[in-house]
């Protein structure tokens, strides 16, 4: 059973243009993460959510948790190519079991 | 210095053979995880241990067997493998124990295909 869906699943986009990735799931988390993941290489942690409708900002990149903490959102304002990647929601169900979401593959052309 | 190796980053076999994929982080962790992740990029947890003890086990075919020598070390060992065991297998550790996960520090990822 695919418990965090993510939308689109993927983008392509010119630099400049802001887009927004969503991550939803009926379940309710403790803690959201999102991790971004380039080719060959391992997802490497951008930033966790914990509060019901908190926003976290990381440069360009926002991140918010839904209220009731079962979905999540992120969104990068003026994009730019190095922030092609493969970008991975991943919603904590504790003791130590991240489920991860479907993943959206974004692609910023310059 | 690596916080996560796994070796070997590449591994091509053929059905029915047995094989091993190693695992160390120097993050001083006590928790580590076997991740896969298929085709379509969708990562699913296999395996998690703390302290060298067993804590997850998802529902995966007993022909995958982990090891964990010491806390620093978790190794995975795959018998008789199968077309449908090809992935990118991912090792991964984090500090925190208990009720809450923390972050996952990945390693860079073993691609196994199996002919």
């Known amino acids: 059973t695919q418990l965090l869906e993510q939308s689109p699943q993927f983008l392509s986009i010119q630099e400049g243009e802001n887009l927004t990735v969503y991550c939803n799931s009926s379940?309710?988390?403790?803690?959201l993460q999102w991790y971004r993941q380039e080719p060959g290489e391992g997802p490497v942690l951008l930033v966790t959510?914990?509060?019901?409708?908190e926003v976290k900002k990381l440069k360009r990149l926002t991140f918010q948790f839904g209220d009731a903490r079962k979905d999540s959102s992120l969104h990068i304002t003026a994009a730019q190519p190095g922030d092609t990647g493969l970008y991975l929601c991943?919603?904590?169900?504790?003791?130590?079991?991240?489920?991860f979401g479907t993943g959206t593959r974004l692609l910023v052309s310059p | 210095d690596t916080a996560v190796s796994q070796t070997p980053k590449y591994l091509v076999t053929q059905m029915g053979n047995d094989k091993s994929i190693k695992c160390e982080q120097n993050?001083?962790?006590?928790?580590m995880y076997w991740y896969k992740q298929d085709s379509k990029k969708f990562l699913k947890i296999m395996f998690s241990?703390?302290?060298?003890?067993?804590?997850i086990n998802e529902t995966v075919p007993n022909r995958f067997s982990p090891k964990s020598p010491d806390k620093a070390h978790l190794n995975l060992h795959i018998n008789s493998l199968e077309l449908g065991d090809s992935a990118v297998y991912f090792c991964?550790?984090?500090?925190?124990?208990?009720?809450?996960?923390?972050?996952?520090?990945f390693g860079e990822g073993s691609r196994l295909t199996v002919l």
């Open positions: 991964a550790s984090s500090r925190l124990g208990g009720s809450n996960t923390g972050e996952l520090f």
């Open positions: 379940s309710v988390f403790s803690s």
């Open positions: 959510v914990v509060t019901g409708g």
């Open positions: 991943a919603g904590d169900r504790g003791f130590q079991k991240l489920v």
């Open positions: 993050l001083g962790h006590d928790t």
């Open positions: 241990y703390n302290n060298k003890e067993l804590i």
